[in-house]
C-alpha cells in the first residue's frame, strides 16, 4: 500500500537523517538533551499535564462534592457528563485539531499562516453551535431509554441540558487554546485552565451548597442550594469565561502583527483541510466516547450499587489517565513541530520519550491504586447523615476497591493508546484512526450488551471486558505507529522552503 493511501493531502518529503540539528553547539544525545528527549517533552508536557489535571481535579472534586450531597447525584452528573461529552466530541476533536496545523505551520516556518488556522476552529464552533443545543430537547427520553429509575433520569436530565448551555464555549476554547499550544507555548494553557478550573471549584461549593451572607442584620442568598444543578451552572460559567479570555490574549496587537491573529476571516482553502484531516479525529473521539457511554448505560442496568461503584471508580480513573494526555498532546504537538522542520526521526523519538515517562506515571498510579484504595475513595465517604443508607455505601466503596485494581491492570495499555494515537494525529494520520475506532467501539457496544443481556456477566466481568477493549486499541495504534506510514504525512500545504529542499536532494 503507498504512503499516500490513506491521506490525499499527504505530502511526501525526504527524509533528513541528521534529524535536522545543526546548532552549532556541542550536540548532546543523552535521553535528557538530545532532541525529542525529556527536556523538550517534559517543557510542552508538563503545562499540559497540569492544565489536564486542572480539569480532572475539577471534575473529581466536583463529583465528591455531589456524592456528599446525594450519591446519587453524583452518579447522575457522570453519566449525563459522559453523555454530554459524546455530543460535544465530534466538533470538539475537529475544534481541537486546529493545534496540529499550528504546530506544522509553527515548524515549517510559516507564523501568518497561525491566526487563520485558528479562527477556522472558531467558525467550525459557530457552525455547529445550533446541534449543539438540539439535544436538550430529547435528552429526557433518552435517559428514560437506559432504563434507569425516575429519580435518577431526573437528575441526569438536568446536568445534561445545563451543560448544553457551555458547548460552544467548549468548542471555541478548545480552538483557541491551540494559538498556544500548537506552538509549544503551553505555560499559557495551563495558567487559564487552572484559573478557570479554580473558579469552577468555587462556584461548585457555592451553587452546589448554597451561599448565604448576613447584611444589616438581615440573611441574604447569593447562591442558592441547587445540588447538582449548580454544579452543572458552575461549570458553564467557567467555561464561557475562559473563551473570553482566550479570545482577548490572542488579539493583542503583537498577535495580530507576528501571527495574523486578527485575520479572522472564513479561508476556504484553509478551512477545508482543517475539515478534512479535523473530521475523522473528532468521529474517532466520537466513537470511543460513545463506546464509552454505551458501556455505562448497560452496567448501570445490574444494580445501582454497581452503577454508582463504576462511575465512582471512573472517576477515579481520570486521576490516571488525564496527565497521560497531557503527554499524547505533547507528542502531538512535537510530532507536528518536527515533521513541519522534515525531521521525522525526531518526531518519533519524541513520541516514544512521551511513552516512556507516561509508563512511570502510570506505574506509580497502579501501585497506588492496588495498595491504597482508601486514599482516593476517603473524600466521597466522609461525611455523615449524607442520603443513602449506611449498607449501600459500604457495598459501593467495596465495590470500587476492587474495580481500581481493573484499572492497575490496564494503565501501560491505556498510555500506550493515548500516547500513539495522539502522535498519529500530529501527522494526519486520521483516517486509519477513524477506522479502527469505528470497529473497536462497535465492538465494545455490541460485547457489553451480549455479556449482560445474553450472558448474564456481572459488573466485574463487565470491567474485565472493557480492559480487554483497552490493551486491544493500544496494541493496534502501537502497530500502526510501528508501520510508519506517518512520516511522510502531512496536513499543511507545501512550501517554497521545502520544495527547494526536494530539488536539491534530487
Given amino acids: ?103 506544522q505551520y509553527h515548524g515549517s516556518g510559516q507564523p501568518e499562516r497561525i491566526g487563520p488556522s485558528v479562527w477556522q476552529g472558531v467558525w467550525a464552533t459557530v457552525a455547529v453551535t445550533p446541534l449543539m443545543l438540539a439535544p436538550i430537547l430529547f ?96 461549570t458553564v460559567v467557567s467555561l464561557w469565561l475562559k473563551t473570553f479570555t482566550y479570545t482577548f490574549l490572542m488579539l493583542s496587537p503583537r498577535n495580530r502583527a507576528e501571527f495574523g491573529a486578527g485575520v479572522c476571516g472564513i479561508d476556504r482553502p484553509l478551512l477545508r483541510r482543517v475539515l478534512t484531516f479535523g473530521f475523522p479525529a473528532g468521529v474517532q473521539m466520537l466513537l470511543d466516547v460513545l463506546g464509552f457511554s454505551a458501556f455505562i448505560l448497560i452496567v448501570g442496568r445490574i444494580g445501582a450499587v454497581e452503577h454508582e461503584a463504576s462511575s465512582l471508580t471512573f472517576s477515579l480513573n481520570h486521576l490516571s489517565f488525564m496527565p497521560v494526555v497531557g503527554f499524547g498532546m505533547a507528542a502531538s504537538i512535537l510530532v507536528g513541530q518536527h515533521l513541519g522542520e522534515n525531521r521525522d526521526r525526531v518526531a518519533a523519538r519524541a513520541t516514544w520519550t ?85 470497529v473497536m467501539a462497535s465492538l465494545l457496544a455490541l460485547l457489553t450488551w451480549m455479556a449482560v443481556e445474553v450472558f448474564g456477566f456481572g459488573v466485574y466481568g463487565c470491567w474485565a471486558l472493557i480492559s480487554l477493549w483497552i490493551a486491544s486499541l493500544g496494541t493496534i495504534f502501537f502497530i500502526r505507529f510501528q508501520l510508519g506510514y506517518w512520516r511522510s504525512m502531512r496536513v499543511i500545504e507545501r512550501t517554497p522552503i521545502v520544495e527547494a529542499e526536494a530539488l536539491s536532494a534530487e
Fill in 1 to 103: 500500500m503507498s504512503e499516500l493511501a490513506l491521506s490525499a493531502d499527504a505530502t511526501p518529503v525526504i527524509e533528513n537523517d541528521s534529524a535536522g540539528e545543526s546548532t552549532g553547539s556541542p550536540r548532546d544525545d543523552s535521553w535528557w538533551g538530545r532532541p525529542g528527549g525529556g527536556r523538550e517533552v517534559l517543557t510542552i508536557a508538563t503545562p499540559l499535564v497540569v492544565s489536564s489535571l486542572s480539569w480532572t481535579v475539577m471534575t473529581f472534586v466536583d463529583r465528591m462534592m455531589l456524592n456528599n450531597w446525594s450519591g446519587g447525584a453524583m452518579a447522575a452528573a457522570f453519566v449525563g457528563g459522559v453523555l454530554w461529552f459524546a455530543v460535544i466530541c465530534l466538533p470538539l476533536g475537529l475544534c481541537s485539531y486546529v493545534g496540529t496545523f499550528v504546530a
Fill in 139 to 234: 435528552s429526557q427520553a433518552g435517559f428514560q431509554a437506559a432504563g434507569h429509575t425516575p429519580e435518577t433520569v431526573a437528575l441526569e436530565t438536568t446536568y445534561f441540558d445545563i451543560l448544553c448551555w457551555g458547548s460552544p464555549a467548549m468548542l471555541a476554547s478548545a480552538a483557541l487554546s491551540s494559538f498556544w499550544s500548537g506552538r509549544g507555548k503551553t505555560w499559557v494553557v495551563m495558567i487559564v485552565d487552572s484559573v478557570f478550573a479554580g473558579l469552577n471549584l468555587l462556584l461548585d461549593w457555592w451553587w452546589i451548597f448554597g451561599l448565604t451572607a448576613t447584611i444589616g442584620g438581615e440573611t441574604i442568598t447569593l447562591f442558592p442550594a441547587a445540588g447538582i444543578a449548580g454544579a452543572g451552572w458552575a
Fill in 354 to 438: 512521551s511513552l516512556q515517562i507516561s509508563w512511570a506515571y502510570m506505574a506509580l498510579m497502579s501501585m497506588a491504586f492496588i495498595f491504597a484504595p482508601g486514599v482516593f475513595l476517603a473524600g466521597f465517604f466522609q461525611t455523615e447523615g449524607v442520603s443513602g443508607d449506611a449498607a449501600h455505601r459500604a457495598a459501593v466503596a467495596s465495590t470500587a476497591v476492587v474495580l481500581m485494581r481493573f484499572i492497575a491492570a490496564y494503565n501501560m495499555l491505556d498510555a500506550m493508546m493515548i500516547v500513539f494515537v495522539s502522535a498519529l494525529k500530529g501527522a494526519g494520520d486520521t483516517r486509519f484512526i477513524l477506522f479502527a475506532s469505528l
